[in-house]
């Protein structure tokens, strides 16, 4: 289940003390390509339940989150794992890409 972050408090608790690696997906309402990689997202969400918690950020309304971590384009997908970022992935990607990764990260 995707889980929407609002602002830096939500982000520490639900990313950064997070005991599961987290795929945050970094996006905003009029991005084109972030609405088509929604549902690659969600699916990804049911299928690695208890091993991968999903999270988006609207950058529109969160941008010193943005600013942070560094989102020049979106949509932006970073891969956190014991509170860091271990993966960032520009831009829209397939499923079976986007498993490649997360399967690279849980070993």
Request: with cysteine; charged share 25%; hydrophobic share 40%.
């Amino acid at each position: 289940m995707m889980q929407t972050i609002d602002g830096e408090d939500n982000f520490q608790k639900d990313v950064l003390q997070s005991k599961l690696p987290v795929l945050v997906d970094f996006w905003a309402e009029w991005c084109g390509p972030c609405r088509a990689a929604a549902p690659i997202l969600d699916k990804l969400s049911t299928e690695y339940d208890g091993r991968v918690d999903f999270a988006k950020v609207n950058v529109d309304g969160n941008s010193p989150l943005a600013a942070k971590y560094g989102i020049a384009a979106i949509p932006t997908t970073i891969i956190f794992k014991d509170g860091q970022p271990v993966q960032q992935v520009v831009g829209l990607k397939s499923q079976k890409e986007l498993k490649k990764i997360l399967d690279g990260i849980l070993g």
